[in-house]
């Protein structure tokens, strides 16, 4: 059975993100921690599945980003970050830090919770699973399994996963944007397409400074190119 930590001083929010996950997983188990000394210690104590997490914690504006790092330094359990803090300027720090995805709060609906935490606790399951080859992409688009490239994880958002998918799913040929729109739950637009396919390359260019496999085709959307056709 799963077990999940939801860490969140505000006792309401933490009494809904419990409801709404075990309306989503009946039976899961669901540990409630309202302070970082408290969830520090469960998490050396205890051996989480998935840990939901608020960044600011009573007068700790950063408790959040100390209890990432402990977790880090035991587990490296997935880490669902939930806060007001305002995304534009935390996704980042909380993508440095190999958090999973983040949720700013009064900015997504109970759907888009339980979508993005299933997604994550279903590619826990997944984590046994052989070495890909050095050249090649391994990510499964039916489970979102967290994608790796030359043997190495790409820390992606949820959606950038989608976009991935998508593309490497047809590799070769050209993905339309309106087909791109399909795998977004917001933002329908090219821009945000843009946005995130080059949030995508900015991944893959941590791991791999040449990467080149996403071409843009301007007017019509992307295409993968496998490294072959780029060694032709």
């Not at 990510?139 to 043997?151: K, S």
Request: hydrophobic share 45%; net charge neutral.
């Amino acid at each position: 059975m799963a077990k999940v930590a939801v860490i969140e001083d505000d006792l309401p929010t933490s009494n809904q993100l419990r409801a709404w996950i075990e309306s989503a997983r009946p039976g899961i188990v669901v540990d409630q921690w309202f302070s970082r000394d408290d969830a520090e210690a469960a998490i050396a104590r205890e051996r989480y599945d998935l840990v939901v997490l608020d960044i600011e914690l009573g007068r700790e504006r950063h408790a959040g980003v100390a209890i990432i790092n402990a977790i880090n330094k035991r587990h490296a359990t997935p880490v669902l970050v939930v806060s007001a803090m305002p995304a534009t300027i935390y996704r980042s720090i909380m993508k440095a830090l190999d958090a999973w995805d983040y949720l700013q709060k009064a900015t997504f609906e109970e759907a888009d919770f339980i979508e993005t935490f299933l997604e994550i606790l279903r590619s826990v399951k997944e984590k046994a699973e052989p070495a890909p080859a050095a050249d090649e992409l391994s990510m499964d688009p039916l489970r979102q399994r967290t994608p790796t490239w030359r043997g190495h994880r790409i820390n992606l958002p949820l959606t950038a996963q989608r976009i991935l998918a998508a593309l490497f799913a047809r590799r070769g040929q050209v993905v339309s944007y309106d087909e791109l729109f399909e795998v977004v739950k917001s933002g329908r637009n090219r821009d945000n397409i843009r946005k995130h396919v080059s949030t995508i390359r900015d991944a893959f260019r941590e791991i791999d400074p040449g990467f080149s496999c996403i071409e843009n085709i301007p007017m019509r959307g992307f295409r993968w190119a496998d490294t072959e056709s780029h060694r032709s």
